[in-house]
Every structure is written in structure tokens, then in C-alpha cells.
């Protein structure tokens, strides 16, 4: 790997770890991440076998009663997300940030929008920003690609998506073929589940 890379590889399985989020009151019901995408989902979704389930789950705590954020990721057997120094050779992952309500939803979906719009300006970042209509209330698609070594190139893709007091973000990785198509795929899917 060269090192011009690491910087990138790191920002790429960084996309991965999960953010803080609020818990709604008033006991609405939360989605969990490996509910609304299912392993048999991943697997359309991916177009190729996945043995690798990564599932995490912070629930509401008394001194966080408002904090619920859940992951699921689909890989390779053997593969674990964790522990890697490289992407994977394909895979998908669901994140779900439900908010307390709307507003604050909004605010993090834009937040990370405007993350994203800098990486885009970013001679560095390598991302393509593109706008998903017709996918939940608001979305994005941020594509790159990555060369651990030379000549092996990994597409990423990332949608977030925007929906009542949810924000969910799917990553979808393929090994030398766009990735962008698998999210998509994820994305709609994901968006007609969610509440």
C-alpha cells in the first residue's frame, strides 16, 4: 500500500464507524439496521455470496435515554471490517441514526452533506457528488475509488438518505467494478422500509 493511499483507505473504513444519535421519546418504535436489511437483502443487493455478518447496536442507556444508533454490514466470510487494512472485495452496510424528531434528522443529514461537498472540492478527496431524487425525503450519492497497491482498485460508494427522524447511510464496496449500482439497489430498498 502506498502511503499517499492510507490517508484515503483510512477516511473509506471510517465511513463505517458509527455516529452518536438520539433516541425519539415517547417510545416510537426505533429501526434496527440488520431488520431492515436482511442478509438475503445484501446478497440480491451484492449479486455474490457474503459470510461475514458485522452487527452493532448502541440502545438508549439512563444517561443517554435519547441515543440509538444501530450497523449492519454484509462482507466476505472472513472478513472483518474491525480489524481490516484494506476494503473489502464487496460488500454493503446500513446504518440507521434515528433522531428525536425531523428537525434534528435534517440537521444531520446536512451536516454530512456538507462533509461530503468538501471532500468533492477537495483535489485529495477523489468523491463525486451526485443528488438522488425519489429516494426518501433527501439523498446522496458519494462515489470514489481507491488503490491500496497499484493497479487494484476498490469502488465506493456511500447514499445517504434522509426520511421523517431517520438518517441511514448504505456503503457499498466492489473490488475493481463500480459499487454505485449495489447502494442504489440498497438505497431503494432501504428507503421503502424505513418508517
Known sequence: MTKR?????????????????????????????????????????????????????????????????????????????RKADRPPERGVELQIYARRDKEEAKDFYDAGLSMAEGRAKSAKGG???????????????????????????????????LKGRVMAQITAWNKGAPADGIAKAAAKQVASTLP
Do not use: W
Not at 477516511?11 to 421519546?25: E, N
Not at 446478497?43 to 440509538?68: C, D, F, M, W, Y
Open 5 to 81: 493511499n492510507l490517508p484515503a483507505l483510512t477516511l473509506a473504513l471510517a465511513c463505517a464507524a458509527v455516529a452518536g444519535a438520539a433516541y425519539p421519546q415517547g417510545g416510537a418504535k426505533t429501526p434496527v439496521a440488520c431488520n431492515v436489511m436482511t442478509e438475503k437483502d445484501a446478497v440480491a443487493h451484492v449479486g455474490a455470496p457474503l459470510g461475514s455478518v458485522n452487527r452493532e447496536e448502541i440502545k438508549p442507556t439512563s444517561q443517554n435515554p435519547h441515543k440509538h444508533d444501530s450497523t449492519c454490514g454484509y462482507f466476505p466470510k472472513g472478513y472483518d471490517i
Open 127 to 161: 468523491a463525486k457528488l451526485v443528488p438522488l431524487a425519489g429516494t426518501g425525503e433527501a439523498a446522496y450519492l458519494e462515489t470514489r475509488k481507491l488503490e491500496p497497491q497499484p493497479g487494484v482498485v476498490y469502488e465506493i460508494a456511500l447514499i445517504r438518505i
